[in-house]
């Protein structure tokens, strides 16, 4: 059974950088047999889609917001996914989570629906 567990999430001011971490625990041949999906979720909102990369890293997808600023990356010889996220704004605010899909390896996919198995989420905090 495989788990993700997301990590580096913090307090920080606008315009830094900071990357979170998705680090999956189980079999690693499985590793490289999801896509993977980053969300957010901010207070009082529904959670909404990131980006998403490939399960073998080939193709990226990103919401408009995250064009340009974030980038999403795994390496398959530590089982970790990441999220670099450069140039932070306020509204980026939010519990980030991780999310793996199983059924659909390639092309894009937003829906939260579409992913099986999620992390427990890590803080963002973006002060002005």
């Known amino acids: 059974q495989v788990r993700l567990v997301e990590s580096g999430g913090g307090l920080v001011q606008a315009g830094d950088s900071l990357r979170l971490s998705c680090t999956a625990s189980?079999?690693?041949?499985?590793?490289?047999?999801?896509?993977m999906g980053w969300f957010r979720q901010a207070p009082g909102q529904e959670r909404e889609f990131v980006a998403r990369?490939?399960?073998?890293?080939?193709?990226?997808y990103y919401t408009d917001s995250a064009k340009g600023r974030f980038t999403v990356s795994r390496d398959f010889a530590k089982s970790t996914g990441y999220l670099q996220m450069s140039n932070l704004k306020p509204e980026d605010t939010a519990v980030y989570y991780c999310?793996?899909?199983?059924?659909?390896?390639?092309?894009?996919?937003?829906?939260?629906?579409?992913?099986?198995?999620w992390g427990q989420g890590t803080q963002v905090t973006v002060s002005s």
């Open positions: 999310a793996a899909d199983r059924t659909r390896m390639d092309g894009p996919a937003a829906a939260a629906g579409e992913y099986q198995l």
């Open positions: 189980g079999p690693v041949y499985t590793f490289g047999q999801y896509a």
């Open positions: 990369i490939t399960w073998n890293g080939g193709n990226t």
